[in-house]
């Protein structure tokens, strides 16, 4: 089934303490995105990768690190996570040229900060 | 600045009614519109696509409408199921740059039995 996997679905942490989520698809797309939800701001772009090893920077990359070593996964990395980190995060991608159409999300992480 | 805005942020609805949501975008040129639907929790879902050319998209009971010119699309969601209770969202994708897709906020619909 072509999916975009994301994990772990739930994750609670203190403040400080580095986390990896991981985000993987294997419909061999080459654009893949990340975002952040919060309550009435809608999802806001974090960083995206074009395609392996081309990575930039979306709306809101402060306090976030991303790689694209591969094709299938892109991970997002906090170093140092904070309070206002706490959100739902979901991984996203496309073929490339297609990247407007038909994106294909992830179920969603729920990151608690605390 | 390329905006996304929604209306109304929620609705309730009678199981069977029909509804309008509506999306105003200030993006252009832009490249195409689509609405997703996106259950509590969840990954939004493509329900419809649309190119700047095109006026109106139809995917079962939901059906979406474009006017280029004055910027604004509706979803109509036609004899709705307690299934339809999601938040709808608006995406415009600019011409320039297919990476900077905007989202609008979102409209939460609630169907009641």
């Known amino acids: 089934e072509a999916q975009v996997t994301q994990n772990p679905r739930y994750l609670i942490t203190v403040t400080g303490k580095k986390l990896t989520v991981t985000c993987s698809q294997n419909?061999?797309?080459?654009?893949m995105s990340w975002y952040r939800q919060d309550p009435g701001l809608g999802l806001r772009q974090i960083y995206y990768s074009m395609n392996v090893e081309v990575t930039d920077k979306g709306d809101v990359p402060e306090g976030y690190k991303v790689s694209r070593k591969e094709k299938r996964n892109f991970p997002l990395i906090l170093e140092s996570p904070s309070p206002n980190q706490t959100s739902l995060y979901f991984c996203?991608?496309?073929?490339?040229?297609?990247?407007?159409?038909?994106?294909?999300f992830g179920s969603g992480t729920r990151l608690t900060v605390v | 600045k390329n905006q996304v805005e929604q209306s109304p942020q929620s609705l309730i609805i009678l199981e069977g009614k029909n509804c309008t949501l509506q999306c105003n975008y200030t993006v252009s040129p832009f490249s195409n519109l689509r609405w997703y639907k996106q259950d509590t929790g969840r990954g939004p879902v493509s329900l419809t696509i649309m190119t700047f050319s095109e006026n109106t998209k139809s995917n079962g009971r939901y059906t979406a409408t474009l006017d280029a010119d004055t910027k604004q699309s509706s979803l109509h969601i036609t004899a709705s199921q307690l299934s339809d209770s999601a938040s709808y969202i608006c995406?415009?994708?600019?011409?320039?740059?297919?990476?900077?897709?905007?989202f609008g906020s979102g409209t939460r619909l609630s169907i009641r039995p």
């Open positions: 996203a991608s496309s073929f490339k040229g297609q990247g407007s159409y038909g994106y294909t």
């Open positions: 995406v415009v994708s600019p011409y320039s740059s297919a990476s900077k897709i905007i």
């Open positions: 419909m061999n797309h080459e654009y």
